[in-house]
């Protein structure tokens, strides 16, 4: 999967979990910045493309390293539960959340190397791994990588309006400081 199917994928649950969160039981301080969810959801591939396929590309030969591991999603959801119990702060949980979100929609495992690591081991390496420019190619080339794009752009901007993002100005507001219309109202001090 690539950019838009990761967001769309993880935004429409995010989205409706969050809704239901703040509908059902409100939130302590504010209300979630769910930037960080779509930013987890897209993070491993950011780490791992970049460190596994370029910079260190001799050494590891593999897009699937550090970031696609369950450790470090374990980690993570750690530090986020410890900073949402002790401070309210959601951001990490959240971020946490859309890297295990990037993980299941991967299907990591069935890479049990990468998966588990490091109890099973190095990284695998797949010398035969194409450039990331190739690998862009073949998959503009494939029709179930377009319908998984469209899918994942339809969720987005769906799960967008669902959090009450409807025009470019409400937009431009969640991109710059995280704020969802929708969920502000579940929030202490929130003021029509």
């Given at each position: 999967?690539?950019l838009?199917?990761?967001l769309?994928f993880?935004?429409?649950p995010?989205a409706?979990?969050a ?6 039981r409100g939130f302590?301080?504010k ?5 960080w969810?779509?930013a987890g ?9 970049a460190v596994?396929?370029v ?6 030969e ?6 696609h591991?369950f450790?470090?999603?374990l980690l993570?959801?750690v ?7 002790r401070r ?15 993980l299941?929609l ?7 190397t990468?998966a588990?690591?490091p109890?099973?081991g190095?990284f695998?390496?797949h010398p035969?791994?194409?450039?990331i ?9 494939d029709?179930a990588f377009?319908?998984?794009e ?11 309006r669902y959090?009450g993002v409807?025009?470019l ?6 991109l710059?400081?995280?704020?969802s219309p929708s969920l ?7 003021h029509?």
């Open positions: 999967m690539f838009l199917a990761h769309g993880t935004a429409a995010g409706l979990v809704s239901w969160w703040g509908e059902n302590a301080s209300a979630p910045d769910m930037r969810l779509l959801s897209v993070l491993p591939d950011v780490i791992d493309k596994g396929q910079f260190l590309k001799p050494y590891f593999n897009g699937r390293i550090f970031a591991t450790v470090l999603t993570l959801v530090a986020g539960s410890w900073e949402w119990r309210g702060d959601s951001r990490i949980l959240l971020l946490a959340l859309g890297v295990a979100s990037h299941v991967d299907r990591i495992w069935i890479e049990p990468t588990l690591w109890s099973l190095p695998m390496r035969s791994i194409k450039t420019l190739d690998q862009i190619r073949d998959y503009l080339g029709p377009w319908v998984t469209l899918a994942g752009a339809v969720f987005l901007v769906a799960s967008l959090l409807k025009t100005r409400d937009l431009k507001a969640f710059v400081s995280g704020v502000a109202q579940y929030a202490p001090g929130y029509t």
